[in-house]
């Protein structure tokens, strides 16, 4: 009983056979009115049954007649193109046309992934797009449904693969490996990120080695140089092992949305990509979050697994829906963090007095520690600012615009005054920026 029952659930009439019944009924009817059809209706009628008969014949004589398969990720990465690739086997001895319906989950509110193509007898095929989710969680995908007709097209078979699958979707992970593959590469530029001149020199020493030409003289050892019978240089390289904090807002000030993220998405992919950087130029990365209480803490550290540990916390952050607490901020670190660190602290200010309010807590923190506070661009704003105003209502929302634009810079200027490192950027260019920034602080040796 289970069998027949699955057997019509998985059989479909395509829209040759309602064609072909129309006609027929035309031809009864026109029998009616023109004698001389004699039995051609019903001889139309007979084909019509045969030709059913043979394709309900042809969709279920052979065992395995379709396979497909979905292929994704372990995991996908926020706020990324994340590939999926549906892979399609042929199976019947014939030239089959197949529509695909793959049920994504219901955070993409996609209602356009159904795919019409041909394969031909015993072929493969294969079907690629791209998902691209905006908020971290569990991703259920549901069933890859095929659908197959034989060239005659009267009857469709159904078939079902896959089934519930879920899958998290973690801090931008493939955001990240795209500067971990450049900051091994001498192309960095290519992502936007620039060279720094170095200013002084660093004070970690490697090793003395042979002068050639372009090195600087004033770096010269005189005492190798004698013992060698030929000139001798010290080699410095840049400070290692200095700790790096990423400090995450995660109050309300964080849940403006941009493209389909919010700012905190923005943060955390930022962070991650900042996190491997500096791990890669052999410092120690770290993690803090906070909102009306601390969250979770990471000790700064680039062992082997310590990216994965950050990743693992950053899942399972949420936006909360207060103001953050800086004393307990600064509590934390100053009873946690013994070693001079740069903390980069990812908040926002929509307004000047906002800044103002956090100012004295700032001030505390960069008495410390190297503080760096990094904040965003309304774009918004910013377009609204750009564009001539066509009316008086227009020409007001351009000036108040205009106004928020300048308290921005405004609080950049006041950050600096009071000895504190800024940088506003639209969230577009956060990672970007964010690396920039480390590498002129590296470059400067300010940490």
Not at 113 to 134: C, E, M, N, W
Not at 193 to 212: D, L, N
Not at 325 to 341: E, G, K, M, P, V
Request: with cysteine; charged share 25%; aromatic share 12%.
């Amino acid at each position: 009983m289970k069998s027949i029952r699955h057997f019509y659930l998985n059989l479909f009439i395509g829209d040759r056979f309602f064609v072909c019944l129309g006609l027929l009924v035309c031809l009864f009817l026109l029998k009616f009115f023109f004698s001389w059809l004699g039995d051609i209706p019903e001889i139309a009628f007979g084909v019509f049954v045969l030709f059913t008969a043979l394709d309900l014949w042809l969709l279920y004589r052979t065992r395995q007649p379709f396979e497909a398969q979905r292929e994704t990720g372990s995991r996908l990465s926020n706020g990324d193109d994340n590939p999926v690739v549906i892979q399609l086997q042929n199976n019947y001895p014939f030239r089959a046309g197949v529509r695909v319906i793959d049920e994504l989950p219901f955070q993409f509110q996609l209602r356009d992934k159904d795919f019409r193509t041909t394969i031909p007898a015993y072929g493969l095929q294969s079907i690629h797009f791209k998902v691209r989710p905006v908020k971290r969680g569990e991703y259920e995908f549901g069933y890859t449904r095929v659908f197959v007709r034989s060239p005659l097209a009267l009857l469709v078979r159904r078939f079902n693969f896959e089934g519930s699958r879920v899958l998290p979707v973690y801090p931008s992970f493939l955001h990240m490996r795209k500067y971990e593959l450049m900051a091994i590469s001498p192309h960095l530029s290519e992502l936007g990120i620039k060279r720094v001149r170095k200013i002084g020199q660093s004070s970690e020493f490697e090793q003395i080695k042979s002068y050639v030409n372009g090195d600087d003289i004033r770096k010269i050892n005189w005492k190798a140089s004698a013992r060698q019978g030929d000139l001798m240089v010290n080699n410095y390289i840049d400070e290692r092992a200095q700790h790096i904090y990423c400090i995450v807002d995660k109050s309300r000030v964080m849940r403006m949305p941009f493209d389909g993220l919010s700012l905190l998405d923005y943060a955390i992919n930022a962070s991650v990509a900042l996190a491997k950087v500096a791990m890669m130029k052999d410092d120690k990365a770290g993690l803090i979050t906070l909102a009306e209480k601390m969250g979770a803490m990471v000790p700064a550290d680039r062992k082997a697994g310590h990216l994965n540990n950050i990743l693992q916390v950053l899942y399972r952050e949420k936006t909360r829906y207060l103001e953050n607490n800086l004393d307990a901020l600064y509590a934390t670190i100053r009873t946690r963090l013994t070693q001079r660190s740069l903390l980069v602290f990812f908040t926002n200010f929509e307004s000047l007095s906002a800044m103002r309010r956090q100012l004295p807590h700032l001030r505390r923190l960069s008495a410390f520690h190297l503080l760096l506070v990094v904040f965003f661009e309304n774009s918004e704003l910013k377009s609204l600012a750009s564009e001539p105003g066509a009316d008086t209502e227009g020409v007001y929302n351009q000036t108040i615009a205009e106004k928020f634009l300048y308290e921005k810079k405004l609080m950049v200027q006041e950050l600096k005054q009071h000895g504190i490192l800024s940088l506003l950027t639209a969230p577009q260019n956060l990672t970007v920026n964010i690396i920039n920034e480390y590498l002129a602080i590296k470059a400067r040796n300010r940490i």
